[in-house]
């Protein structure tokens, strides 16, 4: 149990619509990561925030963004679904290069 | 550019036996971390081990263990007495040990493990 708790678990949206995904975090961790993971593949980073703001993005285009709360929980937004966009976004708390970090369980998005 | 190579799409191992799983990395950073996570299907990524470049000692934690070679940019898991809970998603990760803030992890492709009774 990493603390980390991901909503909604499962989500279909259509092509061109908008979508929420959120994350909330019991550890109190300042920074907040996102990944998209599509079907058969790795994690792709795309983006962090810390205290608020993000300090690191991956190569994902702008209709991805994102919020941090002062509580540390977030969102991520993406607009303009595309087919392409359906996969597995998960979220994690804390890491870095000498700790290990904590994921949710994530929201699996399909986009029809 | 950094990167991760996890070479075996698939392993099978019988229960109780022990399993290499191989990985890779690239990168120009003197100073870095590698993780090993788990995926179950229920998707959630649970870490496994972890190891600093710096480390000498091989990391070990409970049945895993890292078999760290620097010089050859490799960061294997053992895994040893597999048992049936061990079937999943096993993914090898990198992360710069000195980007301040930063908690960005690259990762591979992934190797499927499956635990034969």
């Not at chain 2, 190579?5 to 290499?20: I, L, N, R, S, W």
Request: aromatic share 12%; proline share 4%.
């Amino acid at each position: 149990e990493t603390g980390v708790t991901q909503s909604p678990t499962h989500l279909i949206k259509t092509r061109g619509q908008q979508v929420t995904l959120r994350c909330s975090s019991q550890s109190g961790h300042n920074t907040v990561s996102w990944y998209q993971q599509a079907l058969g593949q790795g994690p792709q980073f795309i983006f962090q925030y810390y205290r608020e703001e993000e300090n690191g993005r991956g190569n994902f285009p702008p209709r991805f963004s994102g919020l941090q709360f002062p509580n540390y929980s977030s969102e991520l937004n993406v607009n303009a679904l595309e087919l392409d966009d359906s996969a597995l976004y998960l979220c994690a708390t804390g890491g870095g290069a000498n700790t290990e970090a904590f994921f949710g369980q994530g929201t699996r998005l399909t986009v029809v | 550019a950094q990167k991760i190579t996890q070479t075996q799409p698939g392993m099978f191992v019988q229960e109780k036996e022990a399993v290499t799983l191989d990985c890779t990395y690239d990168t120009s950073d003197q100073s870095y971390g590698l993780f090993w996570y788990k995926q179950p299907s229920s998707g959630e990524m649970i870490f496994l081990i972890y190891q600093g470049s710096y480390d000498e000692q091989n990391a070990t934690e409970g049945r895993y263990s890292l078999n760290f070679q620097k010089a050859r940019k490799s960061a294997n898991l053992v895994i040893s007495a597999s048992q049936l809970g061990d079937s999943a998603m096993y993914f090898c990760a990198m992360s710069p040990l000195n980007a301040g803030n930063n908690r960005k992890l690259i990762w591979g492709l992934g190797t499927s493990l499956a635990v034969n009774p």
